[in-house]
């Protein structure tokens, strides 16, 4: 397994910009696929994006494509996830997650990452 710790989470006002971080250690980053979820209060966790081991492929959630994006620097063991045209229903714990396999995030029936960070909370103001 791979620890992960998150950062970058904050307030900002509606349509602006945020850019969540998330370290890795303990094993081998590039041997993992990446991706991120958020969960809102009251609501379950859902999905937001995805990363292939080597950054060629990534995967989004309807909600946030086209305004949201993430990246990968192998050399540094951290992933990101650049957050821009920010809307109040993206306030939401954001959580970090990895696994060995891409599928895990992509298949149309996603089992559960076997990694977690202990979430970065995003807070949008209207």
């Known amino acids: 397994q791979v620890q992960l710790v998150e950062s970058g989470g904050g307030l900002v006002q509606a349509g602006g910009s945020l850019r969540l971080s998330c370290a890795a250690s303990?094993?081998?980053?590039?041997?993992?696929?990446m991706g991120w979820f958020r969960q809102a209060p009251g609501k379950e966790r859902e999905f937001v994006a995805a990363i292939n081991w080597s950054g060629g492929s990534t995967y989004y959630a309807d909600s946030v494509k086209g305004r949201f994006t993430i990246s990968r620097d192998n050399a540094n063991d951290t992933v990101y996830l650049q957050m821009n045209s920010l809307k109040p229903e993206d306030t939401a714990l954001y959580y970090c997650?990895?696994?060995?396999?891409?599928?895990?995030?992509?298949?149309?029936?996603?089992?559960?990452?076997?990694?977690w960070g202990q979430g970065t909370q995003v807070t949008v103001s209207s």
């Open positions: 997650a990895a696994d060995q396999y891409y599928s895990t995030f992509t298949h149309p029936r996603p089992s559960e990452p076997d990694s």
């Open positions: 303990g094993d081998i980053f590039s041997n993992f696929a």
